[in-house]
């Protein structure tokens, strides 16, 4: 699942422009501080497209049944478990002083993903919190090779918005881009898919991305 | 004048009349990148058709340029519409693929495809038109077999995906999701490039004629598929025209949608997450103890949970904004302030601040939903901002609520703003000498409580 896989490099007009006319180039990649290597952080129309796959696309939905559409899709079991903090209040503690509102355990061999959180949370930020860490699963965060964690060329950034993707194990992920090589945009992205899920969540059939779907010309 | 010019001179015809009435359209308020595209379409095809009806053409490869030339306003328009389904046009003009093609990856691919199979199958007639030359423009004679060779590789691909296209419309406006005015709108342009692929098949027949039929009856036939091509046309243009005026404005604004979500939800969460952060660590002093009393007289004066609520927030925004340490530096009075103006932004779209919800306890539905409305961190904002950053401001006189007040008197008790200030400020009114004395009970109580329990304790260890 590499992705600086290719021979020959094109220049990034040519391919765009291929994409335009719907000519495959397959095998080919786009130069230096294009796409391919590169993408752009999640957009709404993008995070709609990923509903339709989970077939939630105009429904409305919770935190939990994303879950459950998410684990499906990706044929792992998801476990969401939110600590009471009269249970284990040190939990409480250890994730705030670390700065961290929540945890996402992930076991490749077993295919179970746990997500933890506080229970202390404020409402709406637990629900946040959960639909973040489900963010990174749906992204795929969970299948970067270890060596690949903070790799970023930063020539990447002149041009804007194209950030480097980074190279991922075998696994299925939702997002039909790679995962960011870059820590701090992954963490960024998943804050925006959780966004993205809470409104979408909440809006169902009277999101304005949804209708955009039946609206094309 | 040949039959072939007067075909062409009813197309031109028609395809001005469509040209003025986009043009109409496009300069109201129902204007789509999509209209702005025919409209320059339909000149395009008019000027052709005019052309190809003026000139009197001597030789076959003039006919054979003649008939590509009026083939690309059609191709150009079904590769609009093959691309705009599969969601390849370029983000500006339009990001998402139609439902039906976000969900079939294989079918997404083949709308894809469109532009290049019709431009390859256009150049490739080009060549074989051009290499072995036929009366194109000569409509009622019988044709070489390269004539229909020349029209099948144009139409046969140019019909396959106008009838597909149409197959996707259907399908998108099937969707139980979609509203009424979208599915009539989607059914609409179905049913235009519908007319499309039967003006492809039946260019591909009128080839065939052409060739097969004898002259006897040849005529007959033809001039009955010109005059089904042209019904075929002005019906397409009245199906898109139609389409195109029923106009959906969603309930909800996607620009302010796109600022609620990357902006104040983001932010919301941020300011509640760090609030909640300060807390559990113990960094902000004395909050613990104050919230509790504020929470006792709340009690005592029968207050209700929602006012219990937005008073304990406002109590830990206070102890927050008044104890920048490194990890509450980000709340300040000013950042405070900047989420303040951001919410009341979005409360003024009723829509989006009373469907937006999030659960108050996780698992269960049992309880009513917080939304962006009945939140409590809106009014402790705006309660923390009154306590904290006055600026030196005159005496307010406006009433405030009784919770408005326990927060102020815990607040001034706990050190975290200035006592004084807050006599000044909120002394005169009768709610905070009531505020006043139930937090010096609940104080009092929760002492006695305490002594009580230190008592139990002694007893207990004898």
């Not at chain 2, 209209?35 to 009806?53: E, K, N, R, S």
Request: proline share 5%.
């Amino acid at each position: 699942m590499a992705i600086d896989s290719s021979r020959i490099r094109l220049p990034g007009i040519i391919v765009k422009g291929a994409r335009v006319l719907g000519i495959p180039l397959r095998g080919f990649n786009i130069s230096r501080r294009s796409a391919s290597a590169a993408r752009t952080l999640l957009t709404p129309e993008q995070f709609q497209e990923e509903l339709v796959i989970l077939d939630l696309s105009g429904k409305r939905f919770s935190p939990e049944e994303y879950s459950e559409a998410l684990g499906n899709h990706l044929g792992i079991s998801i476990a969401i478990h939110v600590i009471p903090d009269a249970w284990y209040p040190e939990i409480s503690r250890r994730l705030a002083s670390s700065g961290r509102l929540g945890e996402l355990r992930y076991s490749e061999a077993s295919g179970l993903a746990a997500i933890i959180v506080p229970g202390s949370l404020p409402p709406l930020v637990l629900a946040l919190t959960v639909l973040h860490e489900l963010g990174h699963l749906a992204a795929g965060d969970h299948l970067i090779e270890s060596d690949e964690g903070r790799r970023e060329d930063p020539l990447e950034h002149a041009e804007e918005t194209m950030f480097t993707t980074s190279r991922i194990g075998r696994g299925k992920r939702l997002s039909r881009g790679f995962p960011l090589a870059d820590e701090d945009l992954r963490e960024h992205e998943a804050n925006l898919r959780a966004s993205y899920a809470l409104v979408a969540g909440c809006l169902g059939s009277e999101s304005p991305y949804a209708h955009d779907m039946y609206n094309v010309l | 004048m040949s039959a072939a010019q007067h075909q062409q001179l009813v197309l031109g015809g028609v395809s001005l009349a469509a040209f003025v009435f986009f043009v109409c359209l496009i300069l109201s308020s129902r204007r789509t990148w999509f209209g702005i595209f025919v409209a320059f379409d339909l000149l395009l095809a008019a000027l052709m058709f005019g052309t190809v009806a003026a000139l009197d053409f001597s030789g076959w490869r003039a006919e054979i340029v003649a008939a590509l030339l009026t083939e690309l306003p059609v191709v150009f328009v079904v590769s609009w519409v093959c691309l705009a389904q599969a969601g390849r046009l370029p983000s500006r003009l339009g990001a998402l693929p139609v439902e039906p093609a976000a969900r079939r990856p294989w079918l997404r691919t083949v709308l894809g495809t469109a532009p290049l199979f019709l431009l390859l199958a256009w150049g490739v007639a080009a060549i074989i038109g051009l290499v072995w030359p036929s009366p194109a423009m000569h409509a009622y004679a019988p044709a070489p077999p390269q004539f229909f060779l020349f029209k099948w590789t144009i139409m046969v691909p140019e019909g396959f995906y106008s009838a597909l296209a149409a197959v996707v419309f259907v399908m998108t406006a099937r969707s139980p999701t979609s509203a009424l005015r979208l599915r009539i709108k989607n059914l609409a342009f179905s049913a235009g490039t519908f007319c499309l692929a039967l003006i492809a098949l039946g260019s591909t027949v009128f080839a065939g004629v052409r060739l097969w039929v004898s002259d006897g009856s040849r005529r007959g036939i033809l001039e009955t598929l010109n005059t089904m091509e042209t019904c075929l046309a002005i019906m397409c243009l009245l199906a898109f025209a139609f389409g195109l005026t029923l106009r959906y404005t969603p309930a909800i604004a996607g620009t302010l949608l796109r600022q609620f979500q990357t902006g104040w939800l983001l932010a919301q969460e941020r300011f509640e997450s760090l609030k909640w952060r300060a807390v559990t660590t113990g960094r902000v002093r004395g909050v613990i103890r104050a919230s509790h009393h504020v929470a006792e007289a709340a009690n005592l004066q029968g207050l209700s949970g929602s006012d219990t609520e937005k008073a304990l927030a406002t109590i830990q925004l206070v102890a927050v904004m008044q104890n920048p340490s490194t990890e509450t530096e980000r709340i300040t009075p000013e950042t405070t302030r900047e989420l303040y103006e951001l919410q009341e932004q979005i409360l003024r779209d009723d829509t989006l601040a009373t469907k937006i919800s999030w659960a108050t306890s996780w698992g269960s539905h049992a309880d009513e939903p917080q939304t962006v409305k009945s939140a409590p961190l809106h009014d402790a904002l705006k309660a923390a901002l009154e306590l904290v950053d006055y600026h030196d401001e005159p005496v307010d006189v406006r009433a405030r609520p009784l919770w408005h007040h326990l927060v102020a008197v815990s607040a001034a008790d706990a050190r975290l703003i200035d006592p004084a200030r807050i006599r000044t400020q909120l002394g005169r009114q009768p709610e905070h000498h009531v505020a006043l004395e139930a937090y010096h009970a609940a104080k009092s109580l929760s002492r006695s409580l305490t002594l009580d329990d230190q008592q139990r304790r002694v007893d207990h260890d004898r």
